[in-house]
Each structure stands twice: as C-alpha cells, then as structure tokens.
C-alpha cells in the first residue's frame, strides 16, 4: 500500500500520548502500509519530536519492521538452537533454494518473503515454521508447501 501523509498523521495521533510512543506507532504504521519507507522515518520523527536518526536506529533495530513491502504471505523459518538441531538449517536453505531469495528476500511474483525467526516457541516438534499466521510443526518442504496454498486461497 502506497504511503498516505494524512492516514498516518491519524495514527500516529492515536499512539502519540502514550509513553514511549515510537514502537507503537511504527508497528501501528507498518500493520497499515506494510512497511516503513522513508516518509515514515521524517513523518514520525516530527510527530514525536525525535530525531531521524532514532527513529531510524529503532526501525532498523527491530527485525519485524521493513523498509521495503514485503509478499503477500510471509514465512518464517525457525533458526534457534533446537530447530538447528532438528533439520531447521536444512530445511532454510531448501527453502532459499526453491523460492530463489535469501533471508527477507521476496520472490519475484511478491507472493512470499522468507524471514528468520528466532524461537517460536515450538521447540518439542522441531523444525518449526511459519507461514502467515499458522504455525507448522516438524517442518519440511511438503508441509511448507501446502500452507503457502492455503495462505493463496
């Protein structure tokens, strides 16, 4: 979705009386556009009377904001220690292969971006994934497969 000045002034009013107001309005602006493009960074910084620099430090800090719009369907891939040790790297790098992006790349149709995930608490059924908003125990290609034609219907 295309960056609208006025729509994010109206959510930024929304968050801005809260203390630390910065991370509820970025993730508030980024669950509405998608992403945070430059336009956020200098429109929330005025709105907040931070500098550009913070809040730049904060976007880039926090793995869940993009700068870029992502896919229509995101899936990430569990890379902690108990995943690792059940086929989790495995299982990413068959996932870079067959999607042909790396780590938060989108494939070129824009249907999936491929992120790391660190813990999603599924460490008993290791490997684990995410694809959208299901979670995908002892995962493996197959499985991935089937939830991202889920996710299109």
């Given at each position: 979705m295309t960056w609208d000045t006025q729509r994010a002034a109206g959510i930024i009013e929304t968050y801005k009386h809260l203390d630390g107001p910065a991370l509820p309005v970025l993730r508030a602006l980024q669950l509405e556009f998608g992403h945070l493009p430059d336009e956020a960074v200098a429109q929330v910084a005025e709105a907040l009377n931070l500098s550009r620099a913070e809040v730049h430090g904060v976007v880039t800090f926090y793995h869940d904001f993009r700068r870029e719009p992502g896919g229509r369907t995101d899936l990430k891939i569990c890379r902690a220690e108990a995943c690792q040790?059940?086929?989790?790297?495995?299982?990413?790098?068959?996932a870079r292969k067959r999607l042909g992006v790396d780590w938060h790349g989108t494939t070129k149709d824009g249907e999936v971006t491929l992120e790391p995930m660190f813990c999603l608490g599924l460490c008993s059924v290791a490997p684990a994934a995410q694809v959208g908003d299901r979670l995908v125990a002892r995962a493996d290609w197959p499985k991935i497969e089937e939830a991202l034609r889920k996710c299109r219907r």
């Open positions: 040790a059940m086929g989790g790297d495995a299982l990413g790098d068959e």
